[in-house]
């Protein structure tokens, strides 16, 4: 199963606990975090090295103390192994999301994950403020209940 983590802005993960999930979940890890340059939404992705994810992270607490991070470090069900599959995902400007698990009813592909075609097919077509919305956000748990888990 993936490992998924949100991270407060005041708490700064040990290098041995990140290490632990790099080490476990081998297919690729990401970051999100708010870039307090631009107030956007940041990711970083990294397949192989730990260290330059770990910098990353580092990075991210330096020069933006007052985002949440969040970190993903995936194990892959569907799709490649590719920078693209790695979660985290950006929907849109103020929205970005990680996910556990598999989430069924979205196109098939070989190329990409549940998760990606899930963002890309699903997600960004929704209209922008979708989480404002009970209807919406129903549905969306609904298909989450029905996605099969790795447990």
Known sequence: M???IMNPSNVTLKKKVIKNC??????GAGLLFLNSNTGQLDTFKELTNFDKYYDA???VRKYHPKSTIILHF???THGGVTESNCHPFIVDD????VHNGIISGVPDSKEHSDTYM???HIL?????DFIYNDVIKD?????DRKSTRLN
């Open 2 to 4: 993936c490992i998924a």
């Open 22 to 27: 790099w080490d476990n979940n081998y297919n």
């Open 57 to 59: 992270y580092t990075n």
């Open 74 to 76: 995936r194990i892959a």
């Open 94 to 97: 103020t929205l970005g999301f």
């Open 118 to 120: 899930f963002n890309e």
């Open 124 to 128: 960004k077509r929704l209209p922008k």
């Open 139 to 143: 549905l969306l748990a609904d298909l």
